[in-house]
């Protein structure tokens, strides 16, 4: 496993830095969707706000027109006995009425809030009760009021607003003014009549934090406070538009809330777009990716074990083909290959080479006396010895039996002799083999040493050469070195 994420260590790093690039992106991806989804919203109660605010802009100019048209001292003080005055202006109201859609009544207040004339109902000489009246102070001149008034707090039983607009004197006292009785029908018919994506909702809400109107309509909800977290941003709490993600207080869905409140009237209005749709098409895309994404990364696991296994199959063909399997060190057809190799490269770069032969003295007599198992064993300790003695550009192998070689590249004459001398003398003086029965077995080798001369035409006739030294070292004695030069 960890050869595997050494060798593809690079490619799983790749796929892990897109991966996260990945995420990163589509994570702010995910927060410009919401950002631009907060901004269109605010937008979007702004623009609800405008017509909503264009409608009581209405009222408020045709209020001001009857006010205009009004005589303080006569009207204000009108009785129900003042039969000419009070026809007159039932005509003056009436027509008015006719001019605004969504308005139920126009009624004139004289100095102690009562109605001294209406376009429409018989409320004539009922106090309406308004804020304004019953004494306080009031400013100076004209000034515009607006009150949601639920059905139980209204004369005429119905849910309205009431706009008014009314005069004071300069000391503050209220004179009287003509109040304007809006049909909240029409706003909620008017509210409806906007489009809306599924489940995205729109609402208006009073000064005091009560809904008008919503959409989708929810009747009962109407004219009641509306819940945390939308009252917190009551009339007298918030300046400028604002937007928030929150859960709806009604239905519980997720929203992206936009909250402005109407320019010049007590208003606010409310825009909510569904959380779920917005990031619908973004969901989407990001599960196409991460799918995309996963697949590749399990594609290219499966791709790189398999091209793995095949790199660690081959290796251990190219093992098997070039080890010798009782010494683990080059065979003879390995050390073939690469004695020729160094033959070449000698004769063409003008280079030194030698070889050494070795042979392990009187190893048919270990054979005979410990039996095979043991001279496997002393030729696998020979090998070991040869490996852990020879240097790092000098190459060993297992020629066949109880037969080495070693080729000495960049070695003249001298040089093979000391290495085969350091050689022959860590054979003899090593520990040898141990045996069960605690014998040592002690061995010695001969070494023939050939380096590369003019006449050799191959390496396989250096090979000779060694071996006829090998020979010469047998001949003498056992245990020592010949040099074929
Ligand atoms: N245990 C074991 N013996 C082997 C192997 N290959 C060859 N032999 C034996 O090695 C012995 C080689 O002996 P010889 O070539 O006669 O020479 P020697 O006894 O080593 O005598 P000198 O070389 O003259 O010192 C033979 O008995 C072979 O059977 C092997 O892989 N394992």
């Known amino acids: 496993m960890s050869k595997f994420l050494s060798d593809y260590g690079a490619l799983l790093l790749l796929l892990s830095i897109v991966g996260t690039w990945l995420t990163v992106d589509f994570y702010q991806e995910r927060e410009q969707i919401i950002e631009e989804s907060k901004k269109l919203a605010i937008n979007k109660s702004q623009l609800v706000g ?10 408020d100019y045709v209020l001001r027109d009857i006010i205009g048209r009004l005589d303080v001292v006569k009207d204000l003080q009108l009785t129900s006995k003042d039969n000419e005055r009070n026809i007159h202006l039932t005509a003056i109201l009436s027509e008015k009425l006719e001019t605004v859609t969504g308005l139920r009544d126009f009624a004139v207040l004289d100095r102690d809030c009562r109605i001294v004339a209406t376009a429409k109902s018989p409320f004539i000489g009922v106090n309406t009760g ?32 009431l706009m008014s607009r009314i005069l004071g004197t300069a000391d503050g006292i209220f004179l009287g003014g003509v109040v304007a009785v809006v049909d909240l029908a029409l706003a909620q018919k008017w509210i409806e009549a906007i489009h809306t994506e599924a489940n995205d909702v729109l609402a208006i809400m009073d000064a005091d934090g009560l809904l008008l109107a919503n959409k989708p309509a929810q009747p009962d909800a109407i004219g009641k406070p509306v819940p945390v977290p ?14 928030f993600i929150n859960n709806s207080p009604y239905d519980g869905r997720r929203r992206i809330t936009g909250v402005s409140k109407v320019e010049r009237f007590p208003f606010i209005t409310i825009v909510g777009f569904d959380y779920d749709r917005v990031l ?24 790189l074990r398999s091209h793995h296994e095949a790199l660690c199959q081959r290796e251990r063909m190219r093992k098997l083909a070039t080890t010798d399997a009782l010494t683990n060190i080059a065979n003879r057809r390995h050390i073939m290959d690469i004695g020729n190799r160094e033959f070449t490269r000698a004769r063409r770069y003008t280079h030194s080479l030698s070889v050494l032969m070795l042979d392990i003295d009187k190893f048919k007599f270990i054979n005979d006396r410990w039996g095979h198992p043991v001279g496997d ?19 060993s192998g297992r020629l066949g039996g109880e037969e080495f070689t070693v080729i000495l590249p960049h070695t003249d004459t001298s040089g093979a002799k000391i290495i085969a001398e350091r050689l022959r003398v860590v054979v003899a003086e090593a520990q040898g083999v141990n045996l069960d029965d605690n014998t040592i077995v ?40 010949e040099s074929d030069n």
């Not at 939308?230 to 937007?243: E, G, L, V």
């Not at 969901?283 to 697949?295: E, K, P």
Request: charged share 20%; aromatic share 10%; hydrophobic share 45%.
């Open 280 to 303: 619908k098409a973004w969901r989407y895309r990001m599960w196409q990716f991460a799918t995309g994404f996963l697949l590749l990364c399990i594609f290219a696991v499966i791709a």
């Open 442 to 481: 002690r061995f010695t080798a001969s070494i023939g040493v050939a380096t590369l001369n003019v006449e050799d035409t191959s390496f396989d006739m250096l090979l000779q050469r060694a071996d006829r030294a090998l020979y010469k070292a047998k001949e003498n004695g056992r245990n020592r070195v």
């Open 230 to 243: 939308m009252a917190q941003f009551f009339y007298s709490r918030i300046n400028d538009p604002t937007s």
């Open 50 to 59: 405008s017509s909503v605010g264009e409608l009581f802009l209405v009222t």
């Open 377 to 395: 064993r002393v030729i696998k300790e020979l090998a070991n010895l040869l490996t852990i003695t020879a240097r790092d550009q000098d190459v």
């Open 130 to 161: 308004q804020h304004f009246c019953g004494g306080v102070k009031v400013s100076p001149g004209q000034s515009t009021h607006i009150k949601y008034l639920s059905a139980d707090q209204s004369i005429s039983g119905r849910s309205a607003v």
